[in-house]
């Protein structure tokens, strides 16, 4: 593929990532016929994750199926295209900007608009068993995983969340262990166990999980809870030399736009100073993805 052969104009926008945030970008992109692209890298921070919930029409559908029927409905447009790349990196150029694909052309797109919707990475606690059972026994959100451990035993992996999310699981699960991993114990809520031995490691037991701990019995539980680290799942924001926050998170404005004209983001890579971290759900993920991408039609104007 050249420039020359396969894109005679540039793109209105080009929409980086897949994802919910991504593909309602493209959508409200298209539908008002703006010329826009969709590439997507085929990875995604909920990869490990069976079933999305919370999702309202699509409480319970696999994340899989989810984006299919996304993507036919932005296919369906006559201006909008998806196609299944990755992109290794991006840059302004002339009164837009350049995309460059990972394939044996090296091929260049241009432009001008973005909407970035790469999203986050997660970084696991250093716990044996923890990356193996993730997305599944060992989860992070208590309103995407909580009913589904309802009336079951449940453990906190680390005292970040301690004190709160405990007492968000309280009316769901039977109880609650926090283990601190060899800290100091933390305020909990009234009724929250609390174990101190540092974590030797979580091993799949049945149907749920049993963490084995150094110098003290195990814990059998149906899950187990952790706090992640956020790090940018891809190098553009770095690239374009956005302002980010200290959650690691892009700046963006109330209209999903950064600090630099015509690049908008949207999705968990980005959220307003107000608020400490993305709020990381489906549903938001999308409401940022249609705002992003109905401030870059007035951008473009």
């Known amino acids: 593929m050249t420039i020359a052969s396969e894109q005679p104009q540039p793109y209105d926008a ?76 991006v840059a302004a150029r002339d009164d837009g900007y350049a995309v460059v694909l990972d394939d044996p052309d090296g091929t260049v797109l241009r432009t001008r608009g973005l909407v970035l919707a790469t999203g986050m990475r997660d970084v696991l606690p250093d716990v044996p068993g923890v990356a193996e059972l993730w997305g599944d026994l060992v989860v992070h959100c208590p309103f995407c995983h909580g009913h589904e451990f309802a009336g079951q035993q449940v453990a906190v992996l680390g005292t970040q969340s301690a004190g709160h999310l405990p007492a968000i699981l309280g009316p769901v699960v039977a109880g609650t262990t926090v283990l601190t991993d060899g800290a100091e114990a933390p305020v909990v809520p009234e009724g929250v166990t609390v174990r101190t031995e540092p974590v030797v490691g979580l091993v799949r037991s049945g149907s749920g999980v049993r963490v084995e701990l150094a110098g003290g019995p195990p814990v059998e539980v149906a899950g187990v809870y952790v706090t992640t680290q956020l790090r940018q799942a891809a190098p553009f924001a770095e690239q374009l030399g956005l302002a980010v926050l200290p959650s690691g998170a892009v700046e963006v404005d109330v209209m999903g736009r950064t600090s630099l004209p015509r690049v908008h983001a949207a999705g968990d890579m980005a959220h307003v100073a107000a608020l400490p971290m993305p709020m990381s759900s489906v549903i938001a993920a999308a409401a940022a993805g249609g705002m992003a991408a109905g401030s870059l039609v007035a951008a473009l104007l």
């Open 14 to 89: 080009v929409v980086i990532g897949g994802s919910p945030a991504g593909l309602q970008a493209a959508l409200t992109l298209a539908r008002v016929h703006r010329r826009v692209l969709v590439l997507d890298s085929g990875r995604y921070r909920n990869d490990a994750a069976t079933h999305m919930h919370n999702v309202v029409t699509h409480d319970g559908t696999p994340p899989a199926d989810f984006r299919t029927l996304a993507r036919e409905q932005v296919a369906a447009y006559p201006t909008a295209t998806v196609w299944e790349d990755t992109v290794v990196s």
